[in-house]
């Protein structure tokens, strides 16, 4: 998930992507042996996920003008 992505179609590959990742992080955390960094490093995946979809917000925000 290197490349950089242009296209409306592509950036929202790269959600849909990035937010079956997400889910799928999720899943794998056990109630029994889940510890606070497992929480952390969701978290900085949802921080990130917020960055990118803001920035995707905004190219179709300029792509109108």
């Known amino acids: ?3 950089a992505v242009q296209t409306k179609e592509q950036q929202l590959i790269y959600l849909r ?3 079956k990742l ?3 992080v ?6 029994e042996t889940a510890r606070q960094s497992d929480l952390e490093n969701v ?3 949802l921080n990130d ?3 990118k979809v803001q ?11």
């Open 26 to 31: 999720v899943e794998a955390i056990d109630a």
């Open 1 to 3: 998930m290197g490349k």
């Open 55 to 65: 920035r995707f917000h905004d190219d179709w925000d300029e792509s109108l003008c």
């Open 43 to 45: 978290l900085k995946m």
């Open 49 to 51: 996920l917020k960055i």
């Open 17 to 19: 992507q990035r937010t």
């Open 22 to 24: 997400l889910a799928q």
